[in-house]
């Protein structure tokens, strides 16, 4: 009976094999389902590089992800279909696929503490959390004692920590994902989004604790008085690409207004220029995390900006400040026409050496101190010791540069 019944089922495999030729079809079909989708991603992909499409780098990892998904389908389809021809195909599509994403993965995001880091302890170690803006602050008054405000950082770390306790990842991702960078509809709607979805996050309550002990440790005094200036300092924010202008800075912050202001600071990472700037120097978002300076609020009576060589006679020796009343600000944004002052100054004397001056403007200069005007466009009085100690000051750093300062002088 026995060798009856194997007999019976030889003679159905020989003779009627449905089930196996139905399997086969059937991974030859879904062989060409997944092979069509394989070559339109790969398609895609090379649309992409050589037209020098900008994206963000997420859609590039989106569409890696689905092109490995189907390579593996492939592999597996082949290898129903033929068992014994494809036995070392997996093993070197499991290999190309783990270098191809090893390249593809950013670095890893810290979310622990520490959550705030005190401008005077900050090193040259953790740049990655302190940001650019930041880091070079304090480099620029550690290497030249060039006089900069008490405050302290509040990390990368406690971005990523809040992204990741208020689950925003994904959400971030999938609006990044469907960006159309070059609509303005798309990136204001993207940008719309991404900044209420960080606007409604909870802070949690290490980094207020951190926060708040931080003030306390700069401002022992108390800060009923004083006022705060939140800025972004955001990984590769002063870099090779600057970010000038793209996030938030809020002024005249009191100190029961500092976690909001600082919500402010890290959603205007999600602005649609910031946005934009980003995905143009190929950057992923991962690698941008914000940090955040919290400064003492200066009063000043003059702000600017100064150049220690003429961006528009490059090879003269100017020294170049534009200056407006009050808060340099309003130059920047430019709400504010400036005073243009230049200043002559020997080939790169020593810090101590004396310069010889020469002074020049477009609008009225004044060699006082006092403000006789309220229209934001009239002159503003900077005083010719002043003019001078800023670009000696500048001289210094250059003379003692920071890295990429230097390069920018």
Known sequence: MLIKNVFKYWTRQLFAPDAVLQEKYESYKSLLIHDRRAHELMAELEEIYYRQIVVDFKVIEDKYDELSTCVGAIVKDLQRICPTRYLDLNDYYKKFDAYARFILSPKSTESAAPYVILMKEISEDNEMQTGGKAMHLRRAG??????????FVITSNAFNAILEINELRKSIDARLADLDVNSTTSLSDVSEELTNLVLQASIPAEIENAVTDAVKAVWPIGTKDLLFALRSSAVREDSRA????????????????????YKQVIASKYSPEAIYYRIQFGFSDIETPMAVLCLEMINAKVGGVMHTRDLEDPESDHAVIYAVRGTGDKLVSGRATPNMIKVSKKKLPGVNTEIKEKLYQNSPFTAHDEFEYTDL??????????ALSLTRLGIALFMNPCPFLAKRH
């Open 142 to 151: 550690k290497r030249t004692k060039i006089p900069t405000p008490n405050g």
């Open 242 to 261: 600057s970010f000038a202008g793209q996030y938030l800075t809020v002024l005249n912050v009191g100190y029961c207004d500092i976690f909001d202001a």
């Open 377 to 386: 466009y009239e002159s503003v009085s900077l005083s010719r010791e002043a």
